[in-house]
């Protein structure tokens, strides 16, 4: 199984997301707004026994609901090299608590430390072949949308499936946050 954590988006806000999806605009591979989270930590490939183990650790863990904060539309791993486009998200303190704790969490069971900085975002399209000028301009079309804050009260162990036309993410779990 291919697995990762994360918050789901509430109703309202994942309508208002997908709205920005304007596949004629841009050329790119457009995200499932079905699909759409915010990632807390990328497990990777577990075995039925890791899996359990990480189950139980996350259930067994602590953390109070996270406030999730976009600043706007933003591109992965840089300007210079857009690949993916993002709603990126304030590293507000509770959604990094959240994030440590999940962390630690698995680690304890066995998962390696993570090797680069969180960075929360919510991911709108892959742009892998699209010229980064093009990529740019969509950005300035968009730039002085914004959007509410949101409080996550739960998040979400998934499994990736990944597919031709995208990865298929199916819930195994989900934990209520009560720190």
Known sequence: MRLFTAIDLPDGFQDEVAALQAPSALD?????????????????????????????AL????????????????????????????LGLERTAS?????????GALEREGLS???????????????????????HAFLRTLNAHSFPAFRADQFVLYESTLAPNGAAHDAQAVYSLNG
Not at 62 to 72: L, M, N, S
């Open 28 to 56: 790119a591979r457009w995200t499932d707004p079905d699909q759409f989270h915010v990632t807390l930590r990328f497990i990777g490939d577990a075995n039925a026994e890791q899996t359990a183990r990480y189950e139980q």
């Open 95 to 103: 959604l990094v608590a959240l994030y440590e704790a999940v962390s």
């Open 113 to 135: 430390l993570e090797d680069r900085d969180y960075t929360p975002h919510i991911t709108l399209a892959r742009v892998d072949d699209t010229a980064s000028e093009t990529v």
């Open 59 to 86: 259930a067994d863990m602590t953390a109070p609901p996270a406030r999730c904060k976009p600043y706007g539309l933003d591109v992965l791993p840089s300007r210079r090299s857009p690949r993916v486009l993002v």
